[in-house]
């Protein structure tokens, strides 16, 4: 049994590394399996020893955050818990993410990977001119992107931001939308618009958008344009068409960078049309200057049960599918080669 003792700076410091009803601690407790109380000031973690340590340096790194922040969620115990090892709720090794934060400072939190493919995500972007991201739904591929816009636009590195999605209904038809041009796609474009609202004020927002500095577009108003000095993002790019694809990337000006985003087992186009994504992975993976990042069920930061849910549908497709059966890309068969996406 091994016991380490931690001061804290007062009563209001203690509550924040607590939690409200104790939660962060109880977290702590469970992921470390130490016991934490607090008495006089000071912090007691007692256990064996590796874990009294473990957690002591998460409960230290934990003062540091709250010391910025002014306050700790449980989403930053969890991370902080990440970097020591800990295994959390889904039974599977927590990740250990990026040292470096995406320098965002936005309602008093920052952003950071959280999955060293996540980090691998993110420096791809930093470091390549066009990224392509493939992975299943939650693992970051959005999110991170248009964090990643964000920290540029803020840097001077771009001069605006572009987000593109392909206005494609998910398997069911919506009929006739009212309303004029903006409100009939604003139901495509709302996730991108989620995911910038969650990074920029939202009167921001809404003047750099007047400024056109931020646009949120679809694929179509894409054509005949040349984006210099900008950071484009095109989302659920496993809708797009070949045709479109190629559209899309040809827009790229001088001093622009791309991100293509899309999640191959949620194809919405016309059977037997083929993806653009898959066609671009596929023909671009090996030209210098392109990364091409493959997230996996591992990188999923949603709620604990999306992981479940995506592993359990492919687990199903996998037994439903014949073993000496051609791969199909959206019901067309595709012949299989070394190599291929």
Same mark, same amino acid.
């Given at each position: 049994?091994?016991?380490?003792?931690?001061? &804290?700076?007062?009563?209001?410091?203690?509550?924040?590394?607590?939690?409200?009803?104790?939660?962060?601690?109880?977290?702590?407790? !469970?992921?470390?399996?130490?016991?934490?109380?607090? !008495?006089?000031?000071?912090?007691?973690?007692?256990?064996?020893?590796?874990?009294?340590?473990?957690?002591?340096?998460?409960? /230290?790194? @934990? !003062?540091?955050?709250? #010391? /910025?922040?002014?306050?700790?969620?449980?989403?930053?115990?969890?991370?902080?818990?990440?970097? /020591?090892?800990?295994? *959390?709720?889904?039974?599977?090794?927590?990740?250990?993410?990026?040292?470096? &934060?995406?320098?965002?400072?936005?309602?008093?939190?920052?952003?950071?990977?959280?999955?060293?493919?996540?980090?691998?995500?993110?420096?791809?972007?930093?470091?390549?001119?066009?990224?392509?991201? +493939?992975?299943?739904?939650?693992?970051?591929?959005?999110?991170?992107?248009?964090?990643?816009?964000?920290?540029?636009?803020?840097?001077?590195?771009?001069?605006?931001?572009?987000?593109? !999605?392909?206005?494609?209904?998910?398997?069911?038809?919506?009929?006739?939308?009212?309303?004029?041009? #903006?409100?009939?796609?604003?139901?495509?474009?709302?996730?991108?618009?989620?995911?910038?609202?969650?990074?920029?004020?939202?009167?921001?927002?809404?003047?750099?958008?007047?400024?056109?500095? *931020?646009?949120?577009?679809?694929?179509?108003?894409?054509?005949?344009?040349?984006?210099?000095?900008?950071?484009?993002?095109?989302? /659920?790019?496993?809708?797009?068409?070949?045709?479109?694809?190629?559209?899309?990337?040809?827009?790229?000006?001088?001093?622009?960078?791309?991100?293509?985003?899309?999640?191959?087992?949620?194809?919405? @186009?016309?059977?037997?049309?083929?993806?653009?994504?898959?066609?671009?992975?596929?023909? @671009?993976?090996?030209?210098?200057?392109?990364?091409?990042?493959?997230?996996?069920?591992?990188?999923?930061?949603?709620?604990?049960?999306?992981?479940? *849910?995506?592993?359990?549908?492919?687990?199903?497709?996998?037994?439903?599918?014949?073993?000496?059966?051609?791969?199909? +890309?959206?019901?067309?068969?595709?012949?299989? &080669?070394?190599?291929?996406?």
């Amino acid at each position: 049994m091994s016991e380490a003792t931690i001061s &804290t700076a007062g009563p209001d410091e203690v509550l924040m590394l607590f939690g409200p009803r104790d939660q962060h601690v109880r977290k702590l407790r !469970r992921l470390f399996g130490v016991d934490i109380t607090h !008495r006089d000031g000071r912090v007691r973690v007692a256990g064996e020893e590796s874990k009294v340590g473990a957690a002591s340096r998460v409960i /230290e790194r @934990l !003062r540091v955050i709250a #010391r /910025e922040k002014k306050e700790l969620s449980i989403g930053d115990v969890e991370t902080a818990a990440n970097e /020591e090892g800990a295994v *959390i709720e889904s039974g599977r090794p927590a990740a250990r993410p990026s040292s470096e &934060t995406i320098n965002i400072q936005h309602a008093g939190r920052k952003i950071t990977p959280r999955t060293p493919g996540q980090a691998k995500y993110v420096d791809s972007i930093r470091t390549h001119d066009l990224t392509f991201a +493939t992975g299943p739904a939650g693992c970051g591929k959005t999110y991170l992107a248009v964090a990643t816009a964000v920290e540029a636009y803020k840097a001077g590195e771009v001069r605006k931001i572009v987000l593109v !999605r392909p206005a494609v209904e998910a398997g069911e038809s919506l009929g006739f939308l009212p309303g004029d041009l #903006r409100a009939k796609l604003n139901p495509y474009l709302r996730p991108l618009m989620d995911a910038l609202g969650e990074m920029v004020d939202y009167d921001q927002a809404r003047g750099l958008m007047e400024q056109d500095l *931020i646009e949120i577009i679809p694929l179509a108003y894409m054509r005949g344009r040349t984006l210099n000095d900008a950071f484009i993002i095109l989302d /659920e790019a496993q809708n797009t068409t070949v045709a479109q694809m190629k559209m899309f990337l040809t827009r790229m000006g001088e001093r622009s960078k791309m991100v293509v985003s899309g999640d191959a087992t949620q194809l919405d @186009l016309p059977r037997g049309v083929r993806s653009g994504l898959h066609d671009a992975l596929y023909r @671009l993976s090996g030209i210098d200057g392109v990364s091409v990042i493959r997230l996996g069920t591992h990188d999923i930061v949603r709620h604990r049960l999306v992981q479940a *849910i995506v592993e359990a549908y492919e687990a199903s497709e996998r037994r439903d599918q014949p073993n000496d059966a051609p791969e199909k +890309t959206n019901g067309s068969p595709k012949k299989r &080669t070394d190599g291929s996406h």
